[in-house]
């Protein structure tokens, strides 16, 4: 691991908000005092009622619960849009580019904004929302998704994004799992000159999901689609009666803002519940602290609105923030690998925020389509979504951003709302691979397996001791799993689930998952629900599956297959297999890998040994590799396991 340090620029130490002093000053303080300071930073969000008490969560079995800002009254929709509007009316909330560079990019004022939030709030309202509906959106990154967002919040409803890859199968389980009553979607997306069938998606999900009654449909390519009377409207055609001004409801710290299904270890996926106040100043706060955003800056965060860095820093901070945000709809590779730089030009982007999967992708194109462009706007630099390897890193600061914009390499997960260890660029000198130090108020520890704190330099499993305003509040419908899956392992801590190393200046450095999560091009998996997937299959008796090392997506998934016994194994039963988890789940669970295993490694219990699985996927084969096999059940299986590796 590299240990170089890059030093914060004279402009950014000359200019930024913190520096190093002031940041660790923030630091200690939000957690010497965190009632006042947490109060004090609640007054960067307008109030209807303000808070007078912070923090009353507690992580003990028995009182457990997480808990801000519990009497303090307010709207997100109106943080992210109205209060702006005499000051910053007129200045660009929304600029989106399309999939189509032929086509012109479209603009969205805060004052436009505010008008086409509460048209759609309007729409949401007469096919018959109420505070406290779920509902589900499952959009294209269009101009509307965004909308649809802030509309939801704007009356109260709950909102439940499920990303346009994912299967009819996976949104009609999400769908069932929170009741949603309404679903917003459109009749196609578009991503990299190919169109996905979205509105065709729905139609095949509500045949399993009974709790639907309406279906909202943006048109965003006018492709031919079906819509069934009295369930399914048009959005435009509801619009065109709607009210351009809507009153926004005025909501609890604690009420929900919204649900966002994750993949975790075990299980079916979990409805990651965030609230209204905590979460909404965690996202304005960490997007301030993280990209230290000034008017006329216009930023861009290179995500999906279907993922939590898409609600978190494309819509809530930003917006909170009163920025210019760019919302892409398509492939930062497509027509050409220079796409993404090519945008930064057109735009003038100041910040980019992207993942390290899509610079290991464009690396490999050569610098060629990078230096064609200026990038000369370019100051800021972001990544997220799984560890950076140094190399990508140095790519990235070397020849994108010609050594001048600090690379702000932000560590978090959809249940912590935001950045929790990240550089501030005015602050933090840099270390190609770490997140650096952690963000105000949050307090991280390495313990061991047996639960001991290790301090000083060291490595181990990453806990957060104390609470923060943008941790999630439950999991829906299962608050006993949420203490359960994040509280017991280390009692009275988050569990992460990463490991991590604290090297000798208080830096961290993530590992990777110590969990039965995959990591792959930066979206979480679990293997779990890949496994599930594939013994649905008919000719399936058991599979296996753990993520391997792979140049690009960081990790890719390998599956192990055992068939039925009067089966036999065959490339075309496993393209068969490959495209039945495709349709089970969606495009980002494409096995990588499958391996035809006549038997698996278990434990005389019955249990199997995914420590084996793998070091054998990962290719490491010999006997000191794969450590003490004769407490398997039959250790000759693993020989065939070696035998019949397929990378
Ligand atoms: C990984 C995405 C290293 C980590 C915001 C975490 C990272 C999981 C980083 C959460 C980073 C995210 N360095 N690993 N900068 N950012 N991760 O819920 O394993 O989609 O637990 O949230 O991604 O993924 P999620």
Not at 548 to 560: L, V, W
């Amino acid at each position: 691991m590299s240990q170089d340090l890059f030093p914060v620029p004279p402009e950014w130490r000359a200019n930024a908000r913190r520096n190093a002093e002031s940041r660790a000053a923030e630091h200690a303080r939000s957690l010497a005092e965190p009632d006042a300071y947490w109060l004090e930073q609640a007054q960067r969000l307008d109030w209807i009622t303000p808070p007078t008490r912070a923090d009353e969560s507690s992580f003990a079995e028995g009182d457990f619960g997480v808990r801000w800002f519990s009497d303090g009254v307010l709207n997100v929709s109106v943080n992210c849009i109205d209060r702006h509007l005499a000051e910053r009316g007129d200045t660009v909330a929304i600029l989106w580019e399309s999939d189509n560079p032929a086509e012109a990019p479209r603009r969205y004022t805060y004052r436009q904004l505010h008008a086409e939030v509460c048209r759609f709030a309007n729409v949401l309202k007469s096919a018959g929302a109420k505070k406290g509906d779920r509902i589900t959106v499952y959009m294209p990154m269009v101009p509307e998704a965004a909308f649809a967002l802030l509309a939801c919040a704007r009356i109260g409803a709950i909102h439940s994004v499920v990303f346009g890859g994912f299967s009819p199968e996976a949104l009609a389980g999400r769908i069932t799992d929170c009741d949603s009553t309404i679903v917003i979607t459109a009749d196609e997306g578009r991503r990299g000159g190919k169109t996905i069938a979205l509105k065709a998606n729905v139609d095949k999900a509500l045949d399993l999901s009974a709790c639907v009654q309406k279906v909202i449909v943006v048109q965003a390519t006018g492709g031919a689609i079906a819509m069934r009377d009295g369930r399914d409207i048009w959005y435009h055609e509801a619009a065109a009666d709607a009210a351009s001004d809507c009153p926004a409801e005025p909501m609890q710290a604690e009420d929900p803002l919204f649900i966002l299904y994750t993949s975790g270890s075990t299980g079916k996926p979990k409805g990651v519940l965030h609230t209204t106040g905590g979460y909404l100043l965690w996202a304005a706060l960490t997007h301030e602290l993280c990209f230290d955003y000034r008017p006329g800056d216009i930023y861009w965060c290179a995500a999906d609105i279907g993922w939590v860095t898409g609600h978190s820093y494309i819509v809530y901070g930003p917006l909170a923030n009163g920025a210019t945000t760019l919302m892409y709809e398509g492939l930062p590779n497509w027509p050409t690998p220079g796409r993404i730089w090519q945008i930064v030009d057109r735009h003038a982007v100041h910040t980019l925020f992207t993942a390290p999967t899509v610079l290991r992708a464009l690396m490999k194109e050569g610098d060629g389509f990078v230096t064609a462009t200026s990038r000369a706007s370019l100051r800021l630099l972001g990544t997220v979504g799984e560890p950076i390897n140094p190399e990508a890193w140095r790519w990235y600061h070397t020849v994108v951003g010609e050594g001048r914009c600090p690379i702000i390499d932000t560590w978090w997960q959809t249940e912590t709302g935001g950045a929790m260890i990240a550089p501030m660029p005015g602050a933090t000198d840099l270390k190609p691979g770490s997140a650096t130090l952690p963000m105000p108020g949050v307090d991280p520890q390495i313990v061991d397996a047996d639960g001991k704190v290790l301090e000083g330099a060291a490595e181990g499993n990453l806990v957060v001791t104390r609470a923060w305003p943008g941790l999630m509040r439950t999991v829906w419908g299962d608050h006993d799993r949420f203490f359960q899956t994040y509280f017991t392992t280390y009692p009275g801590k988050y569990t992460t689930g990463d490991g991590a190393r604290r090297d000798a200046d208080g830096y961290y450095w993530i590992t990777g998952r110590v969990d039965d999560v995959i990591n792959v091009s930066g979206h979480r998996m679990g293997t779990a629900e890949v496994e599930s997937a594939l013994v649905l299959h008919p000719k399936v008796a058991e599979a296996a599956v753990v993520g391997f090392p792979h140049d690009i997506k960081g990790q890719g998934i390998y599956a192990y297959v055992t068939l039925n016994a009067d089966e036999d194994p065959s490339d075309t039963l496993r393209q068969d297999l490959v495209k039945w988890v495709r349709t089970e789940i969606g495009p980002i669970a494409t096995p990588d890998a499958i391996q035809f295993a006549p038997g698996l490694p278990k434990t005389r219990s019955g249990k199997i040994m995914r420590r084996i699985l793998r070091k054998i996927a990962e290719g490491e084969v010999s006997a000191q590799a794969l450590g003490d096999t004769s407490t398997l059940a039959d250790p000759a299986v693993v020989e065939n396991l070696v035998r019949n590796r397929v990378v």
